[in-house]
C-alpha cells in the first residue's frame, strides 16, 4: 500500500513539476512579445485602426461613396500647398480635396487587408512591399499618403506629419529591409 501512494505522490509530483514549467514558459514567452511588440511604434493596431487614415492630428470623418477615408483638418493646421501646385516637384499633388471645407480624401486599406502581420481574424497582413505600394499609390483616394508627406508640410521644407506612413514611405523595397 505504501508503495502505491509513494508511485501515486511521485506522478502527482511531475504533473506540478511540469505544469509549473509549461507555466513558466508561457509566461516569458508571452512577456518578450509584448516587449518586442512595444518596440513597434506606432503599434500595428494602430496603425490598423486609425493611423493608416488620415494624417497626424487630423480626423476621420466618415468614408464616401467609394469607400475612400474622409480626413479633415480640424484645428486648422498650416498647409503649404493649400493649392494645387502646377509646377516643381510636387506638381499636379493636391493637399485638399475640399479647400474651403478642409477636407481630403485617402484610399481605403481594403476589407479582406490588414496592416497587423501575421493574418490575424482572416484577413491577409500586407507585406513591407505591398505596404510601401499601397502608401504610394493614390486608388480611388486624391492623393497618395506619401505625395502628401512630401508636399503638404506647414513649411515649402516641411513635411507633412503621419507617423508610421512616412516611415512606409521611406523604405526602399528593392534595397533595404525594414
Known amino acids: 500500500m505504501a508503495t502505491v501512494i509513494n508511485i501515486l505522490a511521485i506522478i502527482g509530483f ?79 499633388v493636391k493637399c485638399y480635396f475640399e479647400k474651403d471645407k478642409k477636407i481630403m480624401k485617402f484610399s481605403p486599406l481594403g476589407t479582406n487587408n490588414t496592416w497587423v502581420p501575421n493574418n490575424p481574424n482572416g484577413k491577409i497582413s500586407y507585406t513591407e512591399k505591398e505596404k510601401y505600394s499601397f502608401v504610394n499609390d493614390a486608388g480611388s483616394g486624391d492623393t497618395s499618403r506619401c505625395n502628401w508627406i512630401n508636399c503638404c508640410g506647414a513649411k515649402s521644407n516641411t513635411k507633412g506629419v503621419w507617423q508610421g506612413v512616412e516611415k512606409t514611405c521611406a523604405y526602399n523595397p528593392n534595397t533595404t529591409p525594414l
Open 14 to 92: 511531475i504533473v506540478v513539476l511540469s505544469y509549473l514549467i509549461s507555466y513558466i514558459y508561457y509566461y516569458f514567452k508571452n512577456r518578450s512579445m509584448k516587449v518586442i511588440m512595444n518596440q513597434v511604434n506606432p503599434p500595428f493596431q494602430y496603425m490598423q485602426q486609425t493611423g493608416i487614415k488620415c494624417p497626424d492630428y487630423w480626423v476621420n470623418t466618415g468614408v464616401d461613396e467609394k469607400g475612400n477615408y474622409i480626413c479633415k483638418n480640424m484645428f486648422n493646421l498650416n498647409i503649404q500647398n493649400s493649392e494645387t501646385p502646377t509646377s516643381g516637384t510636387c506638381k499636379d
